[in-house]
């Protein structure tokens, strides 16, 4: 096969960042007058989810420091509804794959899948959470705000979220999920949010934005009467500053990995322009005829959902799927065609031809080839020379290297970007 010439490029994009975490962390909480909010000896849970968000390690330990120096007592509690194969050890497993541990972060994990019910939305279902969350003291919600991956709203992926969805554990979760195939995550999400805020003693959030290059670009420290608005102008800046593919036409998209650190459907809807959820549109760009996955990342633990995504893939990733943990997830959320298992090939090599082969009257050397790391690191990516064309008089893509003809390993493995 005459595979297309390659080329590494980078986006030159505007990207602010925070180069001081603690410090910025810090003016964040001084801002919030905690002192005056906090009791001696109070008991303060704080949400962690299951996404790989830059610095979070370091922004944890910011907020259990100050609480500590207000003489309450902080605990972490897992947050992600029912990932880590919905038990309390797998949540654990999550963390610890993203350094959050009772040893690192200094404060306690709890993890129980226990909930208990504090109302019920306005279709009839009971709004739950986690049990040791409902006893505390105070809740201190965090949580990465970006797009979702499955619709639009004023508030999509964020403290909202959090609440509604990981909060909820696996049985609350289930709840909410149920809900969004017919009246849509739009109006279900902020209906539940707004129920957990009147109810529960949550005390403030923080909300995170990143840039293209997976940095922390945004710190926010809110109050909770000041959830919604504030996230949904931090959602507005989340837009502008994530990452995007250069291209609306792309024949084949290449993924070296996938994972639910990277994205709630391993790979971000956003970016590859399939939704595949009930009663959602899908994008109208980008247009991408191929999608090959060639790995699923060890922080994933096994989960693959988002997998039915792609059109290819390789026995490797096939044989590293926890099939129980992707179903529990597929189905509390209500997809189940993301759980659906691509073709598969002993090699990278294999997979890739196999998408040449089914991208129509395209010859392979006059492919629009795109290759990337995952959906969320997406400031270095590979190109084909059908692109290279494309891409030469915009200021904001810039040449790296010149990688020669798409090649493979003896042993029919491409080298990762």
């Known amino acids: 096969m005459n595979y297309p010439r390659m080329y590494k490029i980078r986006q030159m994009i505007d990207a602010p960042r925070i180069d001081f975490i603690e410090e910025k962390m810090a003016a964040e909480l001084d801002a919030l007058n905690l002192k005056d909010r906090i009791k001696k000896g109070s008991r303060i849970a704080i949400t962690a989810g299951s996404r790989g968000i830059a610095n979070i390690d370091l922004i944890y330990k910011q907020i259990i420091l100050r609480l500590k120096q207000l003489q309450a007592d902080p605990f972490i509690i897992p947050a992600m509804g029912s990932h880590g194969g919905g038990t309390a050890e797998g949540q654990l497993d999550v963390l610890k794959s993203l350094n959050i541990t009772e040893k690192s972060?200094?404060?306690?994990?709890?993890?129980?899948?226990?909930?208990?019910?504090?109302?019920?939305?306005?279709?009839?279902?009971?709004?739950?959470?986690?049990?040791?969350?409902?006893?505390?003291?105070?809740?201190?919600?965090?949580?990465?705000?970006?797009?979702?991956?499955?619709?639009?709203?004023?508030?999509?992926?964020?403290?909202?979220?959090?609440?509604?969805?990981?909060?909820?554990?696996?049985?609350?979760?289930?709840?909410?999920?149920?809900?969004?195939v017919n009246f849509g995550y739009r109006n279900i999400i902020p209906e539940i949010g707004e129920i957990i805020l009147k109810t529960l003693p949550i005390l403030f959030g923080v909300g995170i934005v990143e840039n293209i290059y997976d940095e922390t670009a945004i710190i926010k420290a809110i109050l909770p009467d000041r959830f919604f608005e504030s996230e949904k102008k931090l959602l507005i800046k989340a837009k502008t500053y994530m990452a995007r593919?250069?291209?609306?036409?792309?024949?084949?998209?290449?993924?070296?990995?996938?994972?639910?650190?990277?994205?709630?459907?391993?790979?971000?809807?956003?970016?590859?322009?399939?939704?595949?959820?009930?009663?959602?549109?899908?994008?109208?760009?980008?247009?991408?005829?191929?999608?090959?996955?060639?790995?699923?990342?060890?922080?994933?633990?096994?989960?693959?959902?988002?997998?039915?995504?792609?059109?290819?893939?390789?026995?490797?990733?096939?044989?590293?799927?926890?099939?129980?943990?992707?179903?529990?997830?597929?189905?509390?959320?209500?997809?189940?065609?993301?759980?659906?298992?691509?073709?598969?090939?002993?090699?990278?090599?294999?997979?890739?031809?196999?998408?040449?082969?089914?991208?129509?009257?395209?010859?392979?050397?006059?492919?629009?080839?795109?290759?990337?790391?995952?959906?969320l690191e997406m400031g270095e990516i590979t190109i084909s020379h059908a692109l290279k064309k494309e891409m030469m008089n915009r200021p904001t893509l810039k040449i790296v290297q010149d990688l020669g003809p798409l090649a493979f390993t003896d042993k029919g493995r491409l080298l990762p970007v």
């Open 245 to 375: 593919l250069p291209f609306d036409k792309i024949d084949i998209l290449i993924l070296d990995e996938i994972g639910k650190n990277i994205s709630g459907t391993g790979m971000d809807t956003n970016v590859i322009g399939r939704i595949m959820f009930v009663g959602e549109k899908e994008p109208e760009s980008p247009k991408i005829t191929r999608i090959v996955v060639l790995g699923l990342t060890k922080q994933a633990h096994g989960n693959a959902v988002g997998i039915g995504l792609a059109d290819f893939t390789t026995q490797n990733v096939i044989n590293n799927i926890d099939t129980f943990a992707m179903a529990t997830n597929a189905i509390t959320a209500m997809t189940p065609e993301k759980a659906r298992l691509p073709i598969s090939f002993p090699t990278d090599e294999a997979a890739i031809n196999a998408a040449f082969q089914t991208i129509g009257a395209v010859d392979p050397e006059n492919a629009r080839v795109v290759h990337i790391k995952n959906t």
């Open 105 to 180: 972060m200094g404060a306690p994990i709890v993890s129980s899948m226990e909930v208990v019910e504090i109302g019920t939305s306005s279709h009839g279902f009971p709004v739950l959470v986690d049990k040791t969350a409902a006893s505390a003291d105070g809740i201190v919600v965090v949580n990465r705000i970006k797009p979702h991956t499955e619709f639009e709203g004023p508030v999509e992926s964020g403290l909202m979220k959090m609440m509604a969805i990981g909060l909820g554990k696996h049985k609350g979760c289930f709840q909410v999920h149920r809900q969004t």
